[in-house]
T-cell receptor, first 117, second 112 residues
């Protein structure tokens, strides 16, 4: 299993540009989430999904869109990038079924470092 | 609603001495609690998880944490620090359904 994969690893955007951060998991997990990590802070939840076709907002959703058409993929879209969105973005997945590490345990991708100029 | 407070933003210890990283939580139900470690410019690695099976949880690399409901605490400890333990540590409470709340992190420095 590849686990949770994210692309790209690094990205530089200009203010106003749009882009999509990709996230995929091959563990058949029901839940997927996007977080951002800023210096001196922990991860903050942007959006999450409990299954294909179902998404909801987290703590800091403004400026981001998500959709989930398949169990495996959960892309994060920035429609008009702003310098305040410069951050490291992590995708995570977890299962509602008991697994080796139990339910609620999130598996994280390696992150995408985004800079908006 | 749930929240996590990591009581120390920075902890510095000498190699071979004990490590204590403090975490208090707030949750309206019996929580799942986690400690993750993040080395510089790396991703998140799960150290350990509490799920009510036992109040003392053993994790990887010699770390353990004790859940104290009366104190709403979940402090992380290690008997003897190693240079490779220098990293950022996050205490996390799970809200279920892929929603986790992170503390702001504790930076652990290990001096030779």
């Amino acid at each position: 299993n590849a686990g949770v994969t994210q692309t790209p690893k690094f990205q530089v955007l200009k203010t106003g540009q749009s882009m999509t951060l990709q996230c995929a998991q091959d563990m058949n997990h029901e839940y997927m989430s996007w977080y951002r990590q800023d210096p001196g802070m922990g991860l903050r939840l942007i959006h999450y999904s409990v299954g294909a076709g179902i998404t909801d907002q987290g703590e800091v959703p403004n400026g981001y869109n998500v959709s989930r058409s398949t169990t495996e993929d959960f892309p994060l879209r920035l429609l008009s990038a702003a310098p305040s969105q410069t951050s490291v973005y992590f995708c995570a997945s977890s299962s509602l079924r008991p697994t080796g590490l139990g339910t609620d345990t999130q598996y994280f991708g390696p992150g995408t470092r985004l800079t908006v100029l | 609603a749930q929240s996590v407070t990591q009581l120390d933003s920075h902890v510095s210890v000498s190699e071979g001495t004990p490590v204590l990283l403090r975490c208090n939580y707030s949750s309206s139900y019996s929580p799942s609690l986690f400690w993750y470690v993040q080395h510089p410019n790396k991703g998140l690695q799960l150290l350990l998880k509490y799920t009510s099976a036992a109040t003392l949880v053993k994790g990887i690399n010699g770390f353990e944490a004790e859940f104290k409901k009366s104190e709403t605490s979940f402090h992380l400890t290690k008997p003897s620090a190693h240079m490779s333990d220098a990293a950022e540590y996050f205490c996390v409470v799970s809200g279920g359904a892929g929603k986790s709340t992170f503390g702001d992190g504790t930076t652990l420095t290990v001096k030779p």
